[in-house]
C-alpha cells in the first residue's frame, strides 16, 4: 500500500516539473526591436503599425509590413499567415516570433484595436 502511495508522488511531481517545463517555454517577453536583434529564441516585440508598409502575397501567403517601436526604432515583420482582418484598424501590433535575416520571422500577431467601448465612452 506505502509503495502505491510513493509511486502516485513520483508520477504527481513529475507532471508538475513537466509543467512547469513547458509553462516556462511558453512565456515571450516583450522587448525592444534592439533587444530582439540579440535574443537567441522567441519574443514579443510590441510596436505601432508603420501606415502604408504592409504587403501580402496572396500566392505564397506571406505576410509582410513594418513596426515602429516605442524608442524610435523600425523593423521588418515577416508573416507566414493570412494577413487578419482588422489589421488596417489597428494602432498597436504585438508581433511574436524570431529575429532572423534582418527581420522578425513573426509565427503570431496579436492586434491591438482600439476598443469600441471606448469610442462610445468618448462621445458622452
Not at 522567441?42 to 500566392?59: L, P, W
Not at 515577416?78 to 535575416?101: L, S, W
Not at 527581420?103 to 471606448?118: D, T, V
Request: with cysteine; hydrophobic share 45%.
Amino acid at each position: 500500500m506505502r509503495i502505491k502511495y510513493v509511486v502516485g508522488l513520483m508520477i504527481i511531481a513529475g507532471f508538475i516539473v513537466f509543467a512547469g517545463i513547458n509553462l516556462q517555454k511558453s512565456f515571450t517577453p516583450y522587448v525592444t526591436i534592439a533587444e530582439a536583434k540579440k535574443a537567441h529564441g522567441a519574443v514579443q516585440v510590441k510596436g505601432t503599425r508603420v501606415v502604408g508598409s504592409e504587403a501580402f502575397d496572396m500566392q505564397e501567403k506571406v505576410f509582410r509590413f513594418r513596426l515602429l517601436d516605442p524608442t524610435g526604432e523600425e523593423i521588418e515583420v515577416v508573416y507566414h499567415g493570412v494577413k487578419p482582418a482588422n489589421f488596417e484598424q489597428a494602432r498597436e501590433v504585438v508581433a511574436i516570433g524570431t529575429y532572423r535575416n534582418g527581420r522578425l520571422e513573426a509565427e503570431q500577431l496579436l492586434i491591438k484595436c482600439p476598443s469600441k467601448y471606448q469610442a462610445e465612452g468618448a462621445k458622452s
